[in-house]
Nanobody, 122 residues
Framework: QVQLLESGGGLVQAGGSLRLSCAAS????????MGWFRQAPGKEREFVAG???????TLEDSVKGRFTISRDNSKNTVNLQMNSLNPEDTAVYYC????????????????WGQGTQVTVSA
């Protein structure tokens, strides 16, 4: 069982940066693949970035070169550094965990946080 809690969301102007963090409970955090997803109003939840237990990362094409995902197993945290934000990045951002490889499908993730709002103004 893993419990996840996101933080770091907020309001930022276009071109700005935010750093999201996800704190996980449980002694087996290092064995989980972690993912960041986002959901804008009226849209489906979409994959943003993932990091495997071994540190392999995958980024959605629209955020490559702008976002970075990282994890600190000693602190049970996974972070999403978001730079050069634009209004299209506005969404609720969710942290998720699964056992196994990185998958882009939200349905394959077993544990979810409550989400944190990111709003980018033009």
């Amino acid at each position: 069982q893993v419990q996840l809690l996101e933080s770091g969301g907020g309001l930022v102007q276009a071109g700005g940066s935010l750093r999201l963090s996800c704190a996980a409970s449980g002694r087996t955090f290092s064995s989980y693949t972690m993912g960041w997803f986002r959901q804008a109003p009226g849209k489906e939840r979409e994959f943003v970035a993932g990091i495997s237990s071994s540190g392999t990362t995958t980024l959605e094409d629209s955020v490559k070169g702008r976002f970075t995902i990282s994890r600190d197993n000693s602190k049970n945290t996974v972070n999403l550094q978001m730079n050069s934000l634009n209004p299209e990045d506005t969404a609720v951002y969710y942290c998720a965990a699964r056992v196994g490889n990185i998958y882009r499908s939200a349905a394959t993730y077993n544990y979810w946080g409550q989400g944190t709002q990111v709003t980018v103004s033009a």
